[in-house]
């Protein structure tokens, strides 16, 4: 999406045109164009509709989980008593990849930061910009703290005291305290956590740390009386509250003189991980923190939980649980790269104190290559600081929770930080690809100047300088598009083909294994599940799953059955497990007669490891060559079972998985039509544009490295998507590009689509190509579904 009055302008051209060929009769195009180009949008007109979509397209709010504020009980309650509507997006910058704490006025000046007083300055911009977005701002530290102790026992050596602060307004706020002394005159480090971690802490008291555990948890939260003390003063949410409480435990702790003031640390799992962050961010005292599988709102940015990331998205998780950021951060939902802070501006903060940043591989909300892209960026400002080794990550086995290890593993980074141990953490990173140090391996000098410039309306352009007019003259040309093709994947190194030494005649009913990490959809009424595998021919030692309609007694429906691939998009923890799509559109599929066929691309779920040393293994290939292998050998595997009709199988994704299906069936006939959902923006025409480009491919995820090559040349890229759709022709296509797609130009798609027309034109398919452009941003909504069973029934 270029900008909001582009996709506005679009959703009138969608909404309207029918109605004015109705009045008008086919008085053309080009008039209609020209009378929605004069009506005047104003920003606020502008903000006002884009506003009325954003309301549409947010889930319930989930107000049994808190309100947004102690004065509003919903989002729409604040909005009407605010006033306020979403931010201009047109004129924010955009900046698509993480913004850098090292520069200041990042999109416009772009200035570097490169001495003490720039940095100071720009720490209090990002202190005062999260606040305002994320946060939500807080009062002062109070001047009138009192304590009291509750009581106070022996527990063995132990002595355990639990303690009352009050502060603010009349002392009417209240923060209870347990703390967990260990034996001896001190000072002792302190273990800071949250109500309901206290056995993490009763593990750190056996490490020489005091226990410090303090209601600011869901457990026991002396902190939600705070929304209402300073209403209308400080708009500080559920989660910051906590993070300012934890901050008041501090100010008492540092007046006990066997507290070690300067070795305070404090961590929390899941949303007390979101506040740790938040408690360290604000507040210098603290000396080191873990945020511990926070996940979205700790260590996973906002611009890499987008939907096409499948977890916990902004519209999400701010419905799901109003109360936990500030009502402003809604607006962001699909503009995620308008956001002027991220989640690595409060590790910044932080710097040069120790952080350790630690989560699941596999857990469902989280993504360790966005958890590592925060890490690189928060790397810069700790290197910049001279404390590069006070930074770490950890990235574990497993789902969600956490055991003694994990926490035994956290007092070590502790340790380390404070001086105690030099155990220093390994910070074993999984994403760690390097555009740059993968140019130097390659060996291969580019010269992109010998490519020559092109854009995306020469598709019936001849190799000779002729126009093509035939099919076969076109065929011709597919084969170079082809060869282009190949070349951007690397050369693939030389294999063999898997001929399936088991059973290639399975009919179904095999034996599923459901043994990971990971929970796939199991069997259920109508729809049974076999484990696809290397004997089945499906490629070099690969797995998945097909779905298919059955019987009452569980066998396989009669006939010969269509199937659909379905590619996953960048869901990095699950792979095609993801929270949005996969059951649901699995079940919908099988219900109407389809069978479902599912898998992990490398890189993602079962196979993260797989991916991790993927270029020191194949330094000329590309992790894309290898999911359209990968592509192709789920198509050999569906063909050699008997309950698939080879001739109608279809490829079906949704952001990554609509590229490597579009790939894949440029290069594979077998497939018979393909589905993209949010797919692609042409590459030649996206430079400089405000979306991620080329180094999307090349740099951020290191799917197509040779691309990078490319940057800021992207008009010689040799191939681009309107000959990648042109070379699947005659077969059938659907494109579903939402019109607030920030990823996308929308425009450029219908150039791009009415190219490739042209193509199909020659073998007589009019339009062969089905175009839908849902008023929406980038997801695959169950608007989006529908369209999808309606084009794939239409196959049949």
Request: hydrophobic share 40%.
């Amino acid at each position: 999406m270029k900008d909001l009055f582009s996709a506005f302008r679009i959703s009138l051209l969608l909404a309207l045109y029918p109605l004015f060929l109705s009045c008008n009769g086919n008085s053309g195009s080009e008039v209609f164009v020209a009378r929605i180009d004069s009506i005047e949008v104003t920003d606020e007109l502008k903000q006002k509709a884009y506003l009325k979509k954003l309301l549409e397209w947010l889930p319930r709010e989930r107000t049994e989980n808190g309100r947004v504020s102690y004065l509003d009980e919903t989002f729409r309650c604040w909005l009407e008593r605010t006033g306020e509507l979403p931010p201009d997006f047109d004129i924010m910058p955009s900046i698509p990849f993480l913004p850098d704490p090292l520069v200041m006025d990042e999109g416009r000046r772009n200035i570097p930061v490169k001495n003490t007083d720039q940095w100071n300055e720009q720490r209090k911009w990002m202190q005062m910009n999260l606040e305002y977005y994320i946060t939500g701002t807080s009062p002062p530290p109070p001047s009138n703290l009192s304590s009291k102790i509750i009581y106070e026992k022996q527990d063995g050596e132990v002595t355990v005291q639990m303690v009352e602060l009050s502060f603010g307004p009349g002392n009417r706020a209240k923060l209870n305290v347990e703390l967990m002394i260990p034996p001896g005159a001190g000072p002792f480090p302190v273990f800071l956590t949250q109500w309901n971690h206290r056995e993490w802490a009763q593990i750190a008291v056996r490490r020489g740390y005091i226990g410090c555990v303090y209601a600011g948890a869901d457990a026991k939260d002396d902190t939600e009386y705070y929304s209402e003390i300073w209403a209308g003063e400080y708009d500080f949410t559920r989660l910051m509250r906590r993070a300012w409480g934890a901050s008041r435990v501090v100010d008492y702790l540092i007046t006990r003189a066997f507290v070690d003031a300067d070795k305070i640390g404090i961590t929390g799992h899941s949303r007390n991980g979101k506040l740790s962050l938040m408690a360290a961010a604000f507040d210098d005292r603290i000396a080191a923190c873990i945020p511990s599988s926070g996940n979205t709102g700790a260590e996973i940015p906002w611009r890499y939980t987008s939907i096409n990331f499948d977890i916990e998205d902004i519209a999400l998780l701010t419905s799901a649980r109003p109360s936990w950021f500030h009502p402003r951060l809604r607006f962001f939902a699909g503009q995620e790269h308008k956001l002027p802070v991220d989640q690595n501006h409060l590790m910044a903060l932080i710097a040069p104190r120790g952080l350790m940043l630690s989560a699941a591989l596999n857990e469902g909300a989280a993504n360790t290559w966005a958890a590592e892209q925060a890490y690189f960026s928060a790397q810069r400002v700790y290197d910049f600081l001279d404390a590069g080794n006070k930074l770490s990550i950890r990235s574990r086995h497993g789902l969600h929770s956490v055991s003694a290890r994990d926490i035994e593993d956290y007092i070590d980074f502790f340790d380390f930080v404070f001086g105690r141990s030099d155990n220093k953490p390994e910070n074993r990173l999984y994403y760690s690809f390097c555009f740059d140090r993968w140019s130097k391996n390659e060996k291969k000098s580019i010269n992109v100047n010998e490519y020559p410039v092109g854009g995306i309306d020469d598709i019936l352009s001849g190799n000779g300088g002729g126009i093509i007019e035939t099919a076969g003259e076109w065929e011709m040309k597919r084969e170079d598009i082809r060869d282009k093709l190949l070349w951007l994947m690397g050369d693939k190194p030389p294999g063999v083909t898997n001929p399936g030494p088991g059973s290639l005649a399975r009919g179904g009913r095999g034996e599923v294994s459901f043994g990971s990490f990971l929970t796939r959809p199991g069997p259920a009424s109508g729809m049974g599940v076999m484990a696809v595998s290397p004997y089945d021919g499906f490629g070099d030692k690969l797995f998945g799953y097909l779905y298919y309609p059955v019987d009452s007694g569980g066998n396989p429906l009669t006939g010969k059955m269509p199937v659909v691939i379905y590619l996953h998009e960048f869901d990095y923890s699950k792979g095609f497990n993801s929270y949005h799509n996969a059951e649901t559109l699995i079940r919908s599929l099988v219900d109407r007669g389809y069978a479902v066929f599912a898998y992990d691309m490398i890189g993602f779920g079962n196979r993260i490891e797989e991916g991790t040393r993927f270029y020191q293994r194949y330094p000329r290939w590309s992790k894309m060559g290898k999911m359209i292998t990968d592509a192709s050998a789920a198509v050999e595997a569906m063909s050699n079972l008997n309950i698939i009709d080879s001739t109608n199988i279809y490829v079906s994704g949704y952001s990554l998985g609509a590229k490597v299906g579009l790939f894949a069936a440029a290069l594979d006939d077998r497939i018979a039509g393909v589905v993209s959902v949010a797919g692609f923006t042409p590459l030649r025409l996206n430079a400089g544009r405000g979306t991620e480009g080329v180094k999307a491919y090349s740099h951020l995820h290191g799917l197509l490295p040779r691309l990078g090559y490319f940057a800021g040349f992207e008009q010689r890229i040799p191939v681009d998507y309107h000959e990648v759709l042109a070379a699947i022709a005659p077969r059938p296509v659907l494109v579903i590009a939402p019109v607030y797609d920030k990823d996308a130009h929308t425009e450029d798609i219908m150039a791009s689509v009415k190219a490739a027309r042209e193509v199909y034109g020659l073998y007589g398919v009019d339009p062969g190509i089905e175009l839908s452009m849902p008023d929406d941003y980038n997801r695959f909504s169950p608007g989006m579904r529908e369209v999808m069973y309606r084009w794939l029934e239409n196959q049949r």
